[in-house]
T-cell receptor
Framework: QKEVEQNSGPLSVPEGAIASLNCTYS??????FFWYRQYSGKSPELIMS????GDKEDGRFTAQLNKASQYVSLLIRDSQPSDSATYLC???????????FGTGTRLLVSP | NAGVTQTPKFQVLKTGQSMTLQCAQD?????MYWYRQDPGMGLRLIYY???????DKGEVPNGYNVSRLNKREFSLRLESAAPSQTSVYFC????????????FGDGTRLSIL
């Protein structure tokens, strides 16, 4: 059973703070990892992808991957109220030709 | 640049009625997917099509059928709708079925009474 787990939240942070969203997965041999943002009532939107261990930065977003520990995280610096959304972690497990999604973490950024 | 287009956006059905959800992508992607999203359940894969001419069951295929009409279009059919199929349905596509992110349509909100 391929699994992707996330804390459902809500994770509440004040405006300007760093939001840290975490995701663990069940298979050590996984190849690609994605973070999607989903606003209430909208469709998931890809915001980050990461394929190798370490950090990947894109603007205010940093994805971190640690395959040995089987976790991937998303850091949002200088959080804004517009970042309030549910963040979905998705993993492409090796040999399993489909993305598996976590249930998402709801982030609330207060002004 | 339309991306993934789903129709209709909203639909209300009575139990036992049938309907087809339409999906089309203009990104020349090979793979297409149908998901349902229910509160607390996350995205669950119903069916997918790795390439034109192929379809495979996902996690929750019962009560659904699909057709990959051509490379652009992938439809989802409910033959006899049940209240348990009330959900938000998302179509997605990717370049291939492996190691690729998926791009989602806006969703179809389906209620079955």
């Amino acid at each position: 059973q391929k699994e992707v787990e996330q804390n459902s939240g809500p994770l509440s942070v004040p405006e300007g703070a760093i939001a840290s969203l975490n995701c663990t997965y069940s298979d050590r041999v996984s190849q690609s990892f994605f973070w999607y943002r989903q606003y209430s009532g909208k469709s998931p939107e890809l915001i980050m992808s990461i394929y190798s261990n370490g950090d990947k930065e894109d603007g205010r977003f940093t994805a971190q991957l640690n395959k040995a520990s089987q976790y991937v995280s998303l850091l949002i610096r200088d959080s804004q109220p517009s970042d309030s959304a549910t963040y979905l972690c998705a993993v492409n497990f090796s040999g399993f030709q489909k993305l598996v999604f976590g249930t998402g973490t709801r982030l609330l950024v207060s002004p | 640049n339309a991306g993934v287009t789903q129709t209709p956006k909203f639909q209300v059905l009575k139990t036992g009625q049938s309907m087809t959800l339409q999906c089309a992508q203009d990104m020349n992607h090979n793979s297409m997917y149908w998901y349902r999203q229910d509160p607390g359940m996350g995205l669950r894969l119903i069916y997918y099509s790795a390439s034109e001419g192929t379809t495979d069951k996902g996690e929750v295929p019962n009560g659904y059928n699909v057709s990959r009409l051509n490379k652009r279009e992938f439809s989802l059919r409910l033959e006899s709708a049940a209240p348990s199929q009330t959900s938000v349905y998302f179509c997605a596509s990717s370049v291939t079925e492996s190691n690729q992110p998926q791009h989602f349509g806006d969703g179809t909100r389906l209620s079955i009474l």
